[in-house]
């Protein structure tokens, strides 16, 4: 264990006082803003000079490690005491909930961040309460695919237990299928994967801030994908008659009470289909794909903020579903694999007074890596306007507008591009869900 910007024990230290694990220099920053001080785990591969400037005690620690981190977080509470542990990191959630559990303050159970992160546990608990019933089993060699299929015939879904990103995720379509998908999932090396029933419809996202029970949505939140269930667009607010959305808003609520989400930030995919509202995934922290900023803009409600605050005292709970302001939309950019030399019309898209957010986050010279999950896109543009399809259909015509000078990469063996590194999320579904 690593120490940064050390401090001595000072009885009248500040208040409020969080724990946060992982995050970056914006959220710590919005920390700073609420007026909280933080003491913040982070793992070394994360961690910036920066951070440390923005937190008032750093300890560099792999928190994926529960065991130790409850062990350093209990320590440090006695330090220095704080009103919880937070995050807003994916693989931060597990040790989040003990080291709360075991301090005895507010925050979802382990229990429950197990629930939601293994997508077949998940599909248990809701299938065995009634809510939004779906065909699943845990999957582990190739019989297990045609024996659903026997059972609940064609097409259907195979993904990762636990991983995120819209990463190996396969469609069956018919006994045609089987081989190649067989073949791709060997290839990531699952010991165990998720098979469901394939669902058709309108795929919706819903925000919502818990607060010691009570469920408060957001909002709603619509989203395009590709034919690899790539996310490449996302436009809110979701139109929808306000009956449906009444209805949908409880269905969320079903959902969240019987995986036991009690408090803090919520994001749940659904797909709207002619039997009813079906649950995707859903995740103890605010969406990711710039959907929480899009609610902000939408909303006025900042998830990240109440992330931080609300355990602290420092953000009053809640009281009803706020009304949107506006409609925005985020888009993603695609481009070839491959070295890049120039994105012609990113100045005049970037310049456009409607975007709000314009991001390519490779610069000419790197190499483009083939798309195989979210974070392999080459960047996004956000923008505002008066209603939410006005800002897709703008934000769609804004990224078409780009052009993208690739050049074949010819390197024997490719250097690599961007943050992408899928076999973490592998790599993590196996060490907290192993086989069997």
Known sequence: MTQTNPTTPDTDAPQPTILLLGGKRSLLLKAQKLGLTVLHMQIAKEFTPDQAELAD???????????????????????????????????????????????????????????????????????????????????RNRSDLTDFASTYGYPFLIKPIAASGSYGVFRVSGPEDIDAVWEK??????????????????????????????????????KEINADFMEVAHYSPAELPSEQRAELFAFVGRVLDTLGV?????????MLTAKGPKVIE????????????LTR???????????????????????????????????????????????RGAEEVRDKEDVVEFYVQFKAGDRV????????????????????????????????????????????????GGTSVPGHEIDQAAKFYPAG
């Not at 003990?98 to 599909?123: C, Q, W, Y």
């Not at 355990?311 to 302001?325: F, I, M, N």
Request: with cysteine.
């Open 57 to 139: 005690l750093t300890v560099l620690l792999d928190y994926e490690d529960v065991d130790k981190a409850v062990e350093v977080a209990r320590g440090l509470h006695t330090f220095r005491p704080f009103a919880a542990a937070v995050t807003i990191t994916e693989w931060a959630q597990l040790a989040t909930a003990h080291i709360n559990e075991a301090l005895g303050l507010p925050g979802v159970s382990p229990r429950t961040v197990e629930l939601v992160t293994d997508k077949f546990a998940m599909r248990e608990a809701l299938n065995a309460a009634g809510v939004g019933e779906v065909g699943a089993v845990r999957g």
């Open 297 to 343: 803009r939408v909303y006025g409600i900042d998830m990240e903020a109440y992330t931080l605050g609300h355990p602290a005292g420092v953000l009053d709970a809640l009281t009803e579903s706020p009304r949107p302001r506006l409609g925005a939309s985020v888009r993603f950019f695609e481009a070839e694999p491959g070295i890049l030399r120039e994105v």
């Open 282 to 293: 859903t995740h103890t922290r605010r969406a990711g794909d710039r959907i929480g900023e």
């Open 262 to 270: 009690d408090e803090g930030a919520s994001h749940t995919e659904l």
């Open 185 to 222: 999932l060997s290839a990531l090396g699952l010991s165990t994967f998720l098979v469901e029933e394939f669902l058709e419809g309108r795929e919706i996202g819903v925000e919502v801030l818990t607060f010691g029970g009570r469920h408060v949505p957001l909002g709603c939140t619509d």
């Open 369 to 416: 890596p083939p798309l195989r999950w979210a974070l392999d896109r080459v960047g996004h543009v956000m923008v505002e306007r008066p209603t939410a399809q006005e800002a897709f259909a703008t934000a769609t015509a804004y990224a078409d507008s780009l052009e993208w000078v690739v050049e074949p990469d010819t390197d024997e063996v490719p250097q690599p």
